[in-house]
Protein backbone atom coordinates (compact mmCIF):
# COMPACT_ATOMS: atom_id res chain seq x y z
CA UNK A 1 0.00 0.00 0.00
CA UNK A 2 2.76 2.22 1.01
CA UNK A 3 4.65 1.71 -2.59
CA UNK A 4 1.34 2.49 -4.16
CA UNK A 5 0.92 5.91 -2.77
CA UNK A 6 4.47 7.06 -3.21
CA UNK A 7 4.04 6.06 -6.79
CA UNK A 8 1.05 8.36 -7.07
CA UNK A 9 2.65 10.94 -5.06
CA UNK A 10 5.70 10.57 -7.55
CA UNK A 11 2.88 10.85 -10.78
CA UNK A 12 1.14 13.90 -9.40
CA UNK A 13 4.40 15.83 -8.76
CA UNK A 14 5.35 14.83 -12.32
CA UNK A 15 2.59 16.18 -13.34
CA UNK A 16 2.70 19.24 -11.41
CA UNK A 17 6.00 19.80 -12.20
CA UNK A 18 5.27 19.90 -16.01
CA UNK A 19 2.27 22.14 -15.44
CA UNK A 20 4.42 24.26 -13.57
CA UNK A 21 6.90 24.46 -16.40
CA UNK A 22 4.37 24.96 -19.39
CA UNK A 23 2.91 27.72 -17.34
CA UNK A 24 6.59 28.97 -16.36
CA UNK A 25 7.39 29.07 -20.50
CA UNK A 26 4.12 30.72 -21.48
CA UNK A 27 4.68 33.50 -18.56
CA UNK A 28 8.19 33.60 -19.82
CA UNK A 29 6.79 33.83 -23.28
CA UNK A 30 4.12 36.66 -22.77
CA UNK A 31 6.84 38.58 -21.33
CA UNK A 32 8.85 37.91 -23.60
CA UNK A 33 6.25 39.33 -26.38
CA UNK A 34 5.20 42.44 -23.59
CA UNK A 35 9.10 43.17 -23.78
CA UNK A 36 9.78 43.18 -27.21
CA UNK A 37 6.36 45.39 -27.68
CA UNK A 38 8.08 48.18 -25.08
CA UNK A 39 5.18 47.47 -23.07
CA UNK A 40 7.66 46.20 -19.93
CA UNK A 41 6.43 48.59 -17.51
CA UNK A 42 2.86 48.51 -18.64
CA UNK A 43 0.81 47.81 -15.25
CA UNK A 44 3.17 50.03 -13.33
CA UNK A 45 3.54 52.79 -15.99
CA UNK A 46 0.50 55.50 -15.59
CA UNK A 47 -1.61 55.58 -19.37
CA UNK A 48 -1.28 58.96 -20.82
CA UNK A 49 -4.17 60.04 -22.31
CA UNK A 50 -6.03 63.41 -24.29
CA UNK A 51 -7.81 66.01 -21.60
CA UNK A 52 -11.08 65.18 -21.61
CA UNK A 53 -14.18 65.45 -19.67
CA UNK A 54 -13.31 65.15 -15.97
CA UNK A 55 -10.00 65.55 -16.27
CA UNK A 56 -8.51 67.57 -13.09
CA UNK A 57 -5.84 70.29 -13.97
CA UNK A 58 -3.69 72.57 -12.10
CA UNK A 59 -3.80 76.25 -12.32
CA UNK A 60 -0.81 78.27 -13.46
CA UNK A 61 -1.57 81.77 -13.58
CA UNK A 62 -2.36 83.77 -10.24
CA UNK A 63 -6.12 84.11 -11.61
CA UNK A 64 -7.07 82.94 -8.00
CA UNK A 65 -8.33 79.09 -9.16
CA UNK A 66 -5.78 76.16 -7.68
CA UNK A 67 -7.64 73.61 -9.30
CA UNK A 68 -10.28 73.16 -12.38
CA UNK A 69 -11.91 70.09 -14.07
CA UNK A 70 -12.28 70.06 -17.23
CA UNK A 71 -16.18 69.95 -19.02
CA UNK A 72 -15.53 69.74 -22.35
CA UNK A 73 -12.89 70.06 -24.97
CA UNK A 74 -13.44 72.90 -27.62
CA UNK A 75 -11.42 71.26 -30.15
CA UNK A 76 -11.12 67.55 -31.25
CA UNK A 77 -13.67 64.31 -30.70
CA UNK A 78 -10.96 62.89 -28.33
CA UNK A 79 -10.01 65.55 -25.63
CA UNK A 80 -7.62 68.56 -25.82
CA UNK A 81 -3.77 68.85 -26.43
CA UNK A 82 -1.19 71.22 -25.51
CA UNK A 83 -2.27 74.75 -26.85
CA UNK A 84 -6.40 73.69 -27.23
CA UNK A 85 -8.85 75.35 -25.07
CA UNK A 86 -11.23 73.98 -22.50
CA UNK A 87 -14.23 75.13 -20.57
CA UNK A 88 -13.69 74.03 -17.04
CA UNK A 89 -14.73 74.58 -13.60
CA UNK A 90 -13.31 75.41 -10.85
CA UNK A 91 -12.85 72.98 -7.84
CA UNK A 92 -10.50 74.75 -5.73
CA UNK A 93 -9.89 78.83 -5.51
CA UNK A 94 -7.82 81.27 -3.02
CA UNK A 95 -10.22 83.38 -0.86
CA UNK A 96 -9.93 86.77 -2.65
CA UNK A 97 -9.09 85.82 -6.01
CA UNK A 98 -10.15 87.24 -9.36
CA UNK A 99 -12.37 83.65 -9.41
CA UNK A 100 -14.23 81.86 -7.55
CA UNK A 101 -15.12 78.31 -6.49
CA UNK A 102 -17.87 76.73 -8.82
CA UNK A 103 -17.27 79.52 -11.87
CA UNK A 104 -17.29 77.98 -15.03
CA UNK A 105 -13.96 79.38 -16.96
CA UNK A 106 -11.90 79.24 -20.19
CA UNK A 107 -8.48 77.89 -20.03
CA UNK A 108 -5.80 76.89 -22.34
CA UNK A 109 -3.97 73.88 -21.94
CA UNK A 110 0.12 74.97 -21.58
CA UNK A 111 1.04 71.64 -20.15
CA UNK A 112 0.10 68.13 -20.71
CA UNK A 113 1.39 64.29 -19.85
CA UNK A 114 0.44 63.11 -22.94
CA UNK A 115 3.76 63.31 -26.08
CA UNK A 116 3.57 65.69 -28.56
CA UNK A 117 5.38 65.28 -31.44
CA UNK A 118 7.62 68.58 -32.81
CA UNK A 119 8.83 69.30 -36.35
CA UNK A 120 12.67 68.36 -35.36
CA UNK A 121 11.61 64.77 -34.65
CA UNK A 122 11.73 65.49 -30.76
CA UNK A 123 8.69 64.83 -28.36
CA UNK A 124 7.56 66.99 -25.19
CA UNK A 125 5.62 65.90 -22.22
CA UNK A 126 4.99 67.27 -18.94
CA UNK A 127 4.61 65.79 -15.48
CA UNK A 128 1.22 66.96 -15.14
CA UNK A 129 -1.59 68.74 -16.78
CA UNK A 130 -1.79 72.64 -16.14
CA UNK A 131 -4.00 75.09 -17.74
CA UNK A 132 -4.16 79.08 -17.83
CA UNK A 133 -7.67 80.49 -17.54
CA UNK A 134 -8.62 83.05 -19.88
CA UNK A 135 -11.88 85.24 -20.75
CA UNK A 136 -13.87 84.52 -23.61
CA UNK A 137 -11.70 86.66 -25.81
CA UNK A 138 -8.50 84.25 -25.51
CA UNK A 139 -6.62 87.04 -22.95
CA UNK A 140 -5.66 85.61 -19.98
CA UNK A 141 -7.54 86.29 -16.36
CA UNK A 142 -3.97 86.72 -14.37
CA UNK A 143 -1.03 88.63 -14.88
CA UNK A 144 1.97 86.15 -14.37
CA UNK A 145 1.88 82.13 -16.02
CA UNK A 146 4.23 79.81 -13.46
CA UNK A 147 6.72 77.16 -14.45
CA UNK A 148 7.59 75.82 -18.30
CA UNK A 149 5.22 76.73 -20.98
CA UNK A 150 6.34 75.16 -24.90
CA UNK A 151 6.51 77.20 -27.86
CA UNK A 152 4.10 75.26 -29.98
CA UNK A 153 1.20 78.09 -27.77
CA UNK A 154 2.83 80.23 -30.59
CA UNK A 155 1.39 78.71 -33.82
CA UNK A 156 -2.02 78.42 -32.13
CA UNK A 157 -1.95 81.86 -31.41
CA UNK A 158 -1.60 82.18 -27.55
CA UNK A 159 1.30 85.06 -27.58
CA UNK A 160 0.22 86.94 -24.82
CA UNK A 161 0.92 83.65 -22.75
CA UNK A 162 3.81 83.10 -23.80
CA UNK A 163 4.96 87.07 -23.04
CA UNK A 164 4.00 86.15 -19.59
CA UNK A 165 5.64 82.85 -19.26
CA UNK A 166 8.51 83.07 -17.29
CA UNK A 167 10.19 79.61 -19.04
CA UNK A 168 9.38 78.70 -22.34
CA UNK A 169 10.50 75.03 -23.22
Known sequence: MSRVASTWS???RSLMGSIGNHSSGLLRTS???MTRLGCSNFFSQQQRTFIQMRTNL???DNSGAKRVMCIQALKGKKGARLGDTIIASVKEAQPRGKVKKGEVVYGVVVRAAMQRG???GS???FDDNAVV???KQGEPIGTRVFG???HE???KKHVKILTLAEHIA
Do not use: A, F, S, W
Open 58 to 60: KVV
Open 148 to 150: PVP
Open 118 to 120: RCD
Open 31 to 33: HDI
Open 153 to 155: LRK
Open 133 to 135: LVN
Open 10 to 12: TVG
Open 123 to 125: EIK
